[in-house]
């Protein structure tokens, strides 16, 4: 059986953007997760009340396929991952420089 996870996810907006065709309104924003749960950003946008744009999985079918005539792809993109060394400390004084490594 599968334990409960609590989702750690913050997010804040870097732009707004108003299409004139439907007067809808749309926000591009930069999340950051801590736990890493399948969906997590998916879902948790949802739950706010602001689903993705053209998420087939989470979206209502209709809204869903409205979306894909004017935006044919969800954009929902990894920017970077990081990696924590927890198997430390190290003998090479080089290696122990680094707990975090971006890419």
């Given amino acids: 059986s599968r334990g409960i ?4 996810t913050f997010f804040t907006p870097l ?3 108003h299409r004139k065709e439907d007067n809808s309104d749309y926000t591009l924003v ?3 997760i801590l736990t ?4 997590q950003i998916r879902i ?3 739950s706010f009340g602001h689903p993705l744009v053209s998420d087939d999985r989470y979206l209502p079918r209709d809204q869903a396929m409205a979306d894909l005539k004017w935006c044919p792809r969800n954009f929902l993109v990894e920017v970077r991952s990081d990696f924590f060394d927890v198997t430390g400390p190290h003998k090479d004084p080089e290696r122990r420089r680094y707990t975090r490594i971006s890419v």
């Fill in 5 to 8: 996870r609590t989702a750690e």
């Fill in 15 to 17: 732009a707004y953007y």
């Fill in 30 to 32: 930069y999340v950051n």
């Fill in 36 to 39: 890493g749960i399948t969906h």
């Fill in 44 to 46: 948790t946008m949802q």
